[in-house]
Every structure is written in structure tokens, then in C-alpha cells.
């Protein structure tokens, strides 16, 4: 043989004996696969499931499409309530093996339970392609198809899906799919009554389905049946004995019957000083501080520090700020210092600090609590309570980077923590930018579970963007979890005002109105009354109004209305002679005193009107918006020095009063003053809790009038604030600023911007020429120039606009 032929011989040998080890290692490692899988099953058999998960991961990491192994490992997950993890699985497992209807079957039925509907869709489809005559999946797309009519106002569509739940029911009385939507439609119906009957016939199947026993409470809630609320509450508390948001809800419908002593025995119950959990203490000293008073909660508290336990020193801080609260400040302090002095450096120790820095705060001692917040994070840099309150402070001086950093810092020990996410969505709206800031506050209602407050921050973050659709989906989603929040249903409210859904405006007035507190019927009737006059019904308006006058709870905010009504309308007769009327009935009455001084101004009578006004400021002189008024009379119809009088006689009466110092800081820029101007907006923005009015004021006059590097900066600090916003005004300021910094080109689009909501202003022109001019845009330059000038208000700015034209004309001649 050749050595040729010797040598692919060789080489052939070699190949085969390759394959041969790689066929070895793939028969290898399928069977080992393959055991991990069996030992799997084995420890499911002997019920230690956490185990057969470890197993059936190595199966995974051997064989990636062992189908069983996949199929088991999610249907593990799915039971143990890990829809998310078990969702991912069969999404795995249906990439490899499309035609499986249990990986189907399984996304549609998670995809409905989460509201997933595009999965729903999706899978739902495929599933009914698998198996045509499977009910299950029938039902499941009947849901869909509901809900599809639902959101598109398709009656006809509506009307079929229910008869074919029906039809559904007659065979399969257990398929809940189909009895969900029955139900579903009955909560849009407001038929309680037949809610609870088809979830007492649901509940028959499914005993241990929690959102049934949900749905059943709030049609007892609908139909005020607290025996039957009491009576339920019980029976979930037996059959889900781990949740404990049960028991508070049980505790909460004692107190709104107002029976606090049961609320109060159930509270009691949970309490042991001994154990470690703090918590039901907690929960009975802030039941007795808000619902008795707080001295029984001081009076409790003494009574579980004499028993001892590991939480006393938490107890004894909790005793010095409810001491605090109730106005024995020094007394708390004391306390405080006392505690703390010679204390062991313990993790306890650093949380009462921080809770003794959040009282010297409020006791204005900002100094002291900042430095006791300072030595907590040099022990520990991941105190989350002391990193919340630093960042805080820092939000407030505008020190928003660092701000950022600790919040981030904080948020990588506590990921879950909402009140993070509000301070972190604080600091991007202070930093301007209003996405991230977006980010945050959905996050934060995640991570809530779409509590009330964290509800109501992203809802009007929302609408304040024209998001009307998703902010009530935010809304409805939070009403779910607590249908008792009036704020949050006003708010519902006015969503269906500004899209003048009347229906749904009407349903919603009437769930704050049956919620039964003052508090809540004051918010109806002012949802009725913005309905009303929105849908220009002036007649029905006044007649509601005259009837809420006369309920003695309302009577005078109704009054007023009505008074204010009777302006608009011109019926200025009528108006003053109910004026008259109320003031006879109460003649020393500041809100009817205060409206008839305005009716006075409008009818011109304005000496009445300075009398009136004159009258109240001498019983009240902390009462602001009457200095305002009278300082408005004067400006207008006295003369300039009278209406300085009133305003220095104000702000000696009232020296820190934001309204009063932004009228001032307005008065000295419209004569001019800009130098005391600027110094009184310094001293407003903290006072004003960083307005963004004030930030835009500030800014605006410190880089128009100013040109040191220092006022430069600080001008720059103030208009991050005002990062991407589209208010006209503020994007004129920020985009000048810019200008000042030398960022031409982000200032040309804010102020091009600036310049088309505002056509008419010299100084937006002149500042949109001259960022033109800076990017060699010189005929775009000129153009706002002579623009500027065409306005004729002359503008005080150097080199004069006359100069500026003259200069950029010449440049444009060849050869100059």
C-alpha cells in the first residue's frame, strides 16, 4: 500500500474513533439526564419537592429538551403559586415542541389568571387547534372574546359570550372560566345580589379560591351586610389562616361599625412582648393612638416596656414620638437623649437614631439630626431608613446626583421598597427628567400592590402627560385592592369629566357617596356639581346647590358656590341679596364677608371692597389671600404706593409667607427692582417647597441680568428642573440657560419651541437670535431680530438689539 493510502487509512481510523467518543458522550449524558430525571420522581414520590427542583435543573443542564422533565418541572412551579417561573417553563417547552397542549393549554390558562391577554390570545389559539372540542379551552377563548366586547362597547358581541358561558355552565357547572365572566358581568350590572349567588355556586367548586371569596366581600360591602362582612371575613380566615392582610381586614370592619372594643380584643390577641416580631405591638399602639387616644397608646406602651422583652428600646422610641406628637416635645426629647446615651452600637440603636434625627426635624433642629444621620451611615452605609432621609435633604438642595447614588445604594438592599422609588422618581422630576421619573413611580406602584398613595402619585403623573387611558386602569387596579378610597375614586372621577364619559362619572359619584363619611360625600357633591357645569346644566347646578345649602353640613361651601354661580351668571341682584341674607344670619362669617368683598370689586364698588377687606385683616391678619385681594384693589384702582403699603403691612404681618413673597418678588421685577427681586426668590424656593415656578423665576432673571460664573451656576443647577418640559415659559428659561453654557444647539430647540408658543415676546425672540447666530444660522438670526423689534417693546439688553442687526448685517456683505 502506498503511504499515501497509509496515511487515509490513518486518518479514517482517527475520524471514526472521534465519532465513536462523541456518540459515547452524548449516550452518556442522556443517560445521565435521564437518572437525574428518575431521581427526581423519586423525591416527588417521597413529598420533598424542593429537592426534585434541584434534580430536574441538572436534568436541564444535560439534556435541554427532556420534554417530562420540562412538563414536570413547571407544573411543580405552577402549584407552588410561581406563575412567572412556570409561564418561562412552558414557553421553553412549546419552542421545542410547538404541537404539546399542555405547554399550551397551561400559557392560555396563566396568561388568563394574570391578565395577559395577547398571551391569551396566542396560546388560546393554538391550544383550540390542538384540541377543538376541549371546553376548557373553549371557555378560555370565550373570555377573551368578552372581554374584547367589553373594551369595544360591542353589545352584540357582549350579549353572545354570555349565552355561550351559559351554555358552557349548563354541561360544566365546575368550569369557572365560563362562571367568571357571568360574575364579571353582574359587578358592571351592580346586580350584588346575583354576584353572590353565582360565587356561593363558584366557591362549591373551587372552596380555596381566594379572589371569589374577594368578590363575594365586596358585594356585601355594595349591599351593607357588616353581619354577613363579619361572617365572611371569619370563614377566610379559617381557610387561608397565613394571610394576615385577613385579620386587618376583620379589624377594619369592626372599626368602620365602629365597635372598637372587637377590634381592639383582636389586636390584644396578637400581642406577645416576648417575641421578636414587634409588629402586632405595633399595630394595637397605633390602633389606640388613632382610634382612643393617645394616652391609652402611651399608657400601653408602658405597660409592654415593664414586661421587657428584645424590643423594648424600639417600644420606649416609639413612646417618645407618640410624647412628641401630642406636644410634650422637650418631654420626648429627653426620652430620646436618654435612651440613646451610652447605648450599645446595634442595629436597633442605629433605627432609633434615625427615628430621635426625624423628631429634632420637626423640632427645628435640622443640624443635629443631619449629624445623627450622618454617624448611623458611617457605621453602616446601608441603613435604608437613614439613607431615605439623607437623600431627602439632598432632593431639597437640588444635590440631585448624590441623591441618585444613595438612592440607588439603598435600593440594591431593599428592591421592593416603594417609598425608594417615590424618592428616586422625586429626584429625576428634580433633575428633569420626567421618563425615569415616569419609571419609578410605576415601579412603585408595583411593588405596592398598587396601594392608594403610590396609586394616586402615578396616576396624576399620568394625566398630567394626557395618559387619561392608563391612568385609570392604575386607578380601577388599586380600587380593587381597597374599594373604600374616595381620593382615589375622585380622581376616577375626573378622568371621566375630562373625557366627558357621563355614565361612568355618575357610577363613580355615586361609590364615593355610598362610602358614607363627610369627607367622602363633600367629594361627590363636588364631582356632581364640575359634572353639571361641565355639561353646562346651569339650572340643575343651582338648583343642587340650593338644595346642599340647606343640609347643615354643607350649607355654607354650598352657599358660596351658589353665590359665585349667581356671579358668572350675571345675576348679580340675586347674588347680593343672598349675600345679605347669609350675612344677617352670621354677620361676623370670614368666607361670606370675604365673597361679598370680591362681588364688591366686580361690581366696582371698590371702596366697599377696601372697607370689607380692611374689616377682616384687622380680626385676622394671617389671612392671605385677602391681602392679595386688597392688594390687587389698589394696584388697580389706587395708586402704587398704596398698594406697596398693603404689601409691606402683609409682609410684616405675615413675613414668610410664600403668596405674599411671590407677589413681591412679581412687584419688583415689573419696576425693575431685579436685584431684591432675585433675593427674595432665594429666600421663597425653600419656603415654597422648590416651586417650579420660582426654579423658572429664578433662573430666568439670574441669567438674563446676572453674568458671573457663580449665578451662572446656580441658574444651571435651578433649570434641570425644567429638562424636557413643555410649558412655553420654562422651556424659554431653560433653553437660554443653555445658551449661557454654551450648549447652542440643545438651546436653539428649546427656544424654537418657546418662540411658536410664544410669537410675541421680544426678549424669547432676541434670545432665539441669538442662539442662532451662535450655530451660524445668521439669516435665521436676523429674522428674529427684526421680529423682536416689529413687536416695538423696546428691550433693555447689550449690545442693543439695534446693534445686534447691524453687526450681523454687515457680516453677510463680501469683503467687511
Not at 101 to 123: C, F, K, P, S
Not at 388 to 408: H, M, P, Q, T, Y
Not at 553 to 570: H, N, T
Request: glycine share 4%.
Amino acid at each position: 500500500m502506498s503511504r499515501a493510502g497509509t496515511s487515509i487509512n490513518k486518518l479514517l481510523a482517527s475520524a471514526l474513533l472521534a465519532a465513536a467518543l462523541l456518540l459515547s458522550a452524548c449516550d452518556s449524558a442522556e443517560e445521565r439526564a435521564e437518572a437525574h430525571f428518575q431521581a427526581g420522581l423519586a423525591h416527588l414520590e417521597a413529598g420533598d419537592v424542593e429537592r426534585a427542583l434541584v434534580e430536574f435543573k441538572n436534568v436541564f443542564k444535560l439534556n435541554g429538551k427532556h420534554k417530562e422533565a420540562r412538563l414536570t418541572f413547571a407544573r411543580l412551579e405552577r402549584e407552588r403559586g410561581n406563575l412567572s417561573l412556570a409561564y418561562g417553563q412552558y414557553l421553553r417547552l412549546i419552542e421545542q415542541y410547538p404541537d404539546n397542549l399542555e405547554g399550551q393549554r397551561n400559557l392560555a390558562e396563566i396568561a388568563l389568571e394574570t391578565g395577559n391577554w395577547d398571551g391569551v390570545r396566542r396560546h388560546g389559539a393554538a391550544a383550540a387547534t390542538l384540541a377543538p372540542d376541549d371546553v376548557e379551552i373553549a371557555s378560555i377563548n370565550n373570555t377573551l372574546a368578552y372581554t374584547d366586547a367589553v373594551r369595544n362597547g360591542d353589545a352584540a358581541g357582549l350579549e353572545f359570550t354570555l349565552h355561550n358561558a351559559r351554555e358552557f355552565l349548563a354541561a360544566h357547572p365546575d368550569l369557572l372560566t365560563a362562571r367568571q365572566i357571568l360574575i364579571d358581568h353582574m359587578i358592571r350590572k351592580r346586580n350584588w345580589n346575583g354576584v353572590l349567588e353565582e360565587t356561593d355556586t363558584a366557591l362549591k367548586f373551587a372552596p380555596k379560591q381566594a379572589n371569589l371569596y374577594s368578590t363575594r366581600l365586596r358585594a356585601l360591602q355594595e349591599l351593607g351586610q357588616p353581619a354577613e362582612i363579619e361572617a365572611l371575613l371569619k370563614q377566610m380566615a379559617q381557610i387561608f389562616p397565613n394571610d394576615q392582610g385577613i385579620e386587618q381586614m376583620l379589624v377594619q370592619h369592626y372599626i368602620n361599625q365602629e365597635n372598637l372594643d372587637a377590634a381592639e380584643q383582636m389586636l390584644r390577641a396578637e400581642v406577645r412582648p416576648q417575641d421578636e416580631d414587634h409588629m402586632p405591638a405595633q399595630r394595637l399602639i397605633a390602633f389606640l393612638d388613632k382610634h382612643r387616644n393617645a394616652v391609652s397608646a402611651i399608657a400601653e406602651l408602658d405597660r409592654i416596656i415593664a414586661k421587657g422583652g428584645p424590643n423594648t428600646s424600639r417600644f420606649k422610641t416609639l413612646r417618645a414620638t407618640l410624647e412628641f406628637r401630642s406636644g410634650d416635645e422637650e418631654e420626648a426629647i429627653a426620652q430620646m437623649r436618654d435612651l440613646l446615651k451610652d447605648a450599645e452600637r446595634t442595629e436597633q440603636t442605629r433605627e432609633n437614631e434615625v427615628e430621635f434625627a426625624r423628631i429634632l426635624f420637626r423640632h427645628d433642629q435640622p443640624e443635629e439630626a443631619r449629624a445623627l444621620i450622618e454617624t448611623v451611615l458611617a457605621e453602616d452605609a446601608t441603613q435604608v431608613e437613614a439613607l431615605k432621609f439623607k437623600s431627602s435633604w439632598l432632593i431639597d438642595e437640588d444635590n440631585i446626583g448624590d441623591a441618585i447614588v444613595l438612592l440607588r445604594e439603598a435600593l440594591g438592599v431593599t428592591p421592593q421598597d416603594p417609598q425608594l422609588m417615590t424618592l428616586l422618581a422625586q429626584a429625576h422630576e428634580r433633575n428633569g427628567n420626567r421618563e425615569l421619573m415616569g419609571e419609578m413611580l410605576a415601579l412603585a406602584t408595583e411593588a405596592s400592590q398598587s396601594a392608594p398613595d403610590e396609586a394616586l402619585r402615578y396616576a396624576r403623573f399620568l394625566i398630567a402627560d394626557g395618559d387619561l387611558e392608563i391612568a385609570e386602569r392604575i386607578l380601577i387596579d388599586s380600587l380593587r385592592q381597597d374599594t373604600d378610597q374616595p381620593q382615589l375614586l375622585f380622581l376616577l372621577g375626573e378622568i371621566y369629566l375630562t373625557t366627558q364619559d357621563w355614565d361612568r362619572l355618575e357610577t363613580v359619584q355615586r361609590s364615593i357617596s355610598e362610602l358614607g363619611t363627610s369627607e367622602a360625600q363633600r367629594l361627590a357633591n363636588e364631582l356632581k356639581a364640575h359634572g353639571l357645569a361641565a355639561q353646562q346644566q346651569t339650572d340643575d347646578l343651582a338648583i343642587f346647590l340650593n338644595e346642599l345649602a340647606q343640609d347643615p353640613e354643607f350649607g355654607l361651601p354650598a352657599d358660596i358656590a351658589l353665590v359665585r354661580l349667581m356671579l358668572v351668571q350675571g345675576k348679580t341682584t340675586e347674588a347680593f341679596a343672598r349675600l345679605d341674607q347669609l350675612l344677617q344670619e352670621d354677620p361676623g362669617s370670614l368666607p361670606i364677608r370675604m365673597i361679598k368683598a370680591h362681588a364688591l370689586t366686580r361690581r366696582g364698588d371698590h371702596d366697599e371692597a377696601a372697607k370689607f377687606y380692611r374689616a377682616i385683616l384687622k380680626e385676622r391678619p394671617d389671612i392671605t389671600s385677602a391681602w392679595i385681594s386688597l392688594h390687587a384693589l389698589e394696584a388697580e384702582h389706587g395708586t402704587p404706593e398704596e398698594a406697596q403699603t398693603v404689601l409691606t403691612e402683609a409682609l410684616t404681618a405675615l413675613p414668610e409667607d410664600p403668596d405674599l413673597l411671590m407677589l413681591q418678588a412679581t412687584v419688583h421685577e415689573r419696576v425693575g427692582n431685579l436685584d431684591q427681586a432675585i433675593e427674595v426668590y432665594e429666600a421663597l424656593y425653600p419656603l415654597s417647597n422648590q416651586s417650579l415656578v420660582v426654579a423658572n423665576n429664578l433662573a430666568s432673571l439670574l441669567t438674563t441680568h446676572r453674568y458671573d460664573k457663580e449665578s451662572l451656576q446656580r441658574a444651571h443647577t435651578l433649570a434641570q428642573r425644567l429638562r424636557g418640559t413643555s410649558e412655553p415659559a420654562f422651556q424659554e428659561t431653560y433653553g437660554w440657560v443653555a445658551y449661557r453654557l454654551g450648549n447652542h444647539e440643545e438651546a436653539v430647540a428649546y427656544l424654537e419651541r418657546a418662540a411658536r408658543a410664544i410669537p410675541d415676546h421680544p426678549l424669547v425672540l432676541y434670545h432665539l437670535g441669538k442662539a442662532y447666530a451662535a450655530v451660524n444660522r445668521r439669516e435665521d438670526a436676523l429674522r428674529m431680530y427684526r421680529a423682536a423689534q416689529t413687536t416695538g417693546i423696546p428691550l433693555d439688553v447689550s449690545p442693543s438689539l439695534e446693534v445686534e442687526i447691524e453687526q450681523l448685517s454687515a457680516a453677510d456683505i463680501p469683503g467687511q
